[in-house]
């Protein structure tokens, strides 16, 4: 899904909201978000999952084409982690995708 298919799924679901007053509230959801994640907060949505930011200490690398050692410096990485209602969603749509059951 992209960000204008989330746009206009929000517009129809939603008949009160013009298309562009959905493109806005996606457009700030998504920027405090990201904002609230360059801050380095944690950012949890009951029954979808969570974002956080992890710290990756910095090391010792190797360049793959010579072999020289290469000082690969701290950084910041975001790692999402899915809550269980999304988890047992997503395994109840591979089974019945394979048609093992019925959804």
Known sequence: MTRSDLVEELAAHFSQLSQADAEYAVKILLESMGDALEQGHRIEIRGFGSFTVNRRAPRIGRNPRNGDTVEVPEKRVLHFKPGKA?????????KAAQGQIKP
């Open 86 to 94: 999304l988890r047992e969603a997503v395994d109840q749509g591979l």
